[in-house]
């Protein structure tokens, strides 16, 4: 069983920036892929930002060029860097990853953009 615990939810303007963290119990370079998505109440989950074991990257239109996903494998770490928010990006937000054919989540981070 694998744990994702993630860190750096909250309050933000519209305008700011945001660093979203998740540690991971699991060595990073055991995983296919890593990544963060979001959910708004009532609608489904969705895909922010993934990057698969070779390093590629995906963003949704949405995002693109606002978000930023890195990662350091020697921290079993990856991070959602969020500039330019808007309130829209207000969600609840989960790290993800997929390591053969399982799915792991964090417990998720609310992130609050503010007009």
């Known amino acids: 069983q694998v744990q994702l615990v993630e860190s750096g939810g909250g309050l933000a303007q519209a305008g700011g920036s945001l660093r979203l963290s998740c540690v991971a119990s699991?060595?990073?370079?055991?995983?296919?892929?890593m990544g963060w998505y979001r959910q708004i109440p009532g609608k489904q989950r969705e895909l922010v930002a993934r990057?698969?074991?070779?390093?590629?990257?995906t963003y949704p239109d949405s995002v693109k060029g606002r978000f930023t996903l890195s990662r350091d494998n020697a921290k079993r770490t990856w991070y959602l860097q969020m500039n330019s928010l808007r309130p829209e990006d207000t969600a609840v937000y989960y790290c993800h990853c997929r390591i053969s054919t399982k799915e792991y989540w964090g417990q998720g981070t609310q992130v609050t953009v503010s007009s």
């Open positions: 990057i698969s074991v070779g390093g590629i990257t």
């Open positions: 699991a060595n990073i370079l055991s995983m296919n892929s």
